[in-house]
């Protein structure tokens, strides 16, 4: 099942990245990986992930980094999960 159309595209967001100067390469990895996920998931919305395996992929060491850079430009919107064996939800947001 298609989620809503509320999703930007990968060529967009690329294009949007290198307009804005603010945007790291840690934004940009975090949102290829979660782009991937979210296409494995048959697009689904939310994302139901765990944050180890997005870190892992995206290369971020970090729990600080992670987190900073998943709220901060309005790109992703992040809803933490707290139970033990629940996953969180992330939202691509356009």
Same mark, same amino acid.
Request: hydrophobic share 40%; with cysteine.
């Given at each position: ?11 967009d ?6 307009q804005?100067?603010?945007? &790291? !390469?840690?934004?940009? /990895?975090?949102?290829l ?5 979210w %296409?494995?998931? #048959?697009?689904? &919305? !939310?994302?139901?992930? /765990?944050?180890r ?6 290369? %971020?060491?970090? #729990?600080a980094?992670y ?12 809803v ?15």
């Amino acid at each position: 099942m298609i989620a809503e159309q509320s999703h930007i595209t990968l060529s967009d967001f690329l294009s949007l990245a290198a307009q804005d100067p603010t945007i &790291s !390469p840690t934004h940009i /990895a975090l949102y290829l990986v979660l782009h991937t996920v979210w %296409i494995g998931q #048959n697009c689904a &919305s !939310p994302i139901q992930t /765990a944050k180890r395996d997005i870190m892992y992929l995206s290369k %971020i060491s970090s #729990n600080a980094t992670y987190y900073r850079h998943l709220n901060d430009r309005g790109y992703i919107k992040y809803v933490p999960v707290y139970h033990l064996y629940a996953r969180s939800l992330i939202y691509l947001n356009f």
